[in-house]
């Protein structure tokens, strides 16, 4: 399946430029989501796979979560800022703040098998 995204990467100020022997790579900044660890393996898979095109910042919540977030800036930074943000968030109040901040901010966002409404976030099937 091709998502198409309305952002060019040449256009990011976020990207950091490398430059190799036989390539310049734009790198662009990841930031992670997850929760409990629910994104290590796809973590992994971008640092073994991405060929040094990505940096990679990772915010985890490692605590229990009641079953409702009334207020979601308890567990979400309010300023952030990457080229992509991959959502593995589990709970969905925390997922759908996420996807509505970014958003806001215009950053993509990847929250793969979710059921979001708001039509920002890229939502692919599992």
Known sequence: MLVQMDFDINKEKNCKQADTAD????????????ENGSGESKIKGVK???????????????????????DPTEYLPEDFSADLVLDFLKHPDLSYDLARKCHEKNIPIVASGKKHQEKWAITPPT
């Open 48 to 70: 073994e796979y991405g060929e040094g095109d990505f940096t990679i910042e990772v915010f985890s919540i490692e605590t229990p979560l009641p079953l409702i977030i009334d």
């Open 23 to 34: 390539r310049t790579v734009l790198r662009q900044n990841l930031l992670v989501f997850q």
